[in-house]
C-alpha cells in the first residue's frame, strides 16, 4: 500500500475517485430526468411520443455501453458537435441509463390502479396534471427496489469512459498498471472505491424506501 500511494499516486487515486463521483452523479440526474420524460412519452396519448419513446428505449437498451461510447466520442466530432471527454461520458452514461429509469418507472406507472387517472381526469385534470400530481408520485414510491438497481450499477459503467480519456477509477488503474505497481493491489483499492460507491446508493435508496413508505 505505501509504494502504491507514494510520489504523488494518492493524489491521482483521489482525483479519479472524486471524477468517478462526478460522472455518477451527473450521468444519475440527467439519467432521472431523461427517464421520467421518456417514460411520460410511453404512455403519452400521442401516438409519436410512444413511438420516440419505444424507439429509444429499444435502442439504447440493446446496444452496448462501449459501442455508445464509441459513437458518442467518436461520432459528435464529425457532426461538428465539440465537448470535453467528461462531458462525452456524461452524454453517453445520461442516455444508456435513461432507458432503464424508464423502463422501470413505465413498470411502476402500470401498478397504479386505472381508477386513480380515471378520477383525476373527471375532476378535469390534463394529461399532464394527472401524470405528474397523481401517477407519478404514486409510480415513484412503488418501484424504489428496482431504481436503486439502476443506480448502483451507474458508477461501475463509468468505469468504461476511462478508455475515452476520462481521469476516473479505471483510468487510475491502467495509469498504475503502467507504471509496472501491482496488478491485484491496483484492482483491490479499485474495486474496494467502487464497492464504496454501491453501498451508498444503495444506502441512499433504502433511506428512502424507509421514509417515502406507504402504510398497506
Known sequence: MGRLFENGNLALFRDGFLQTVEISALSALFALLLGTLLAAFRVSPVPVLRVFGTVWVNLFRNTPLTVLFFAVTFGLPRLGVHFASTTLAVIALSAYTASF???????????????QAEAARSL??????????????????????????????????SAIAGAFSVSELYHFQQTMTDLGYG?????????????????????????????LAVAR
Not at 429509469?101 to 381508477?115: D, M
Not at 390534463?126 to 401517477?135: A, D, E, M, N, P
Not at 464504496?196 to 424507509?210: D, G, M, W
Open 124 to 157: 378535469g385534470m390534463t394529461f399532464g396534471q394527472t401524470l405528474t400530481q397523481v401517477v407519478l408520485p404514486q409510480a415513484g414510491r412503488t418501484v424504489l427496489g428496482p431504481m436503486s438497481s439502476v443506480f448502483i450499477a451507474l458508477p461501475r459503467n
Open 101 to 115: 429509469v424508464c423502463e422501470v418507472l413505465r413498470a411502476g406507472i402500470n401498478t397504479v390502479p386505472v381508477g
Open 183 to 211: 496488478i491485484f493491489l491496483i484492482f483491490f483499492w479499485v474495486a474496494l472505491a467502487y464497492l464504496f460507491l454501491s453501498a451508498c446508493v444503495a444506502l441512499f435508496f433504502r433511506f428512502l424506501e424507509t421514509r
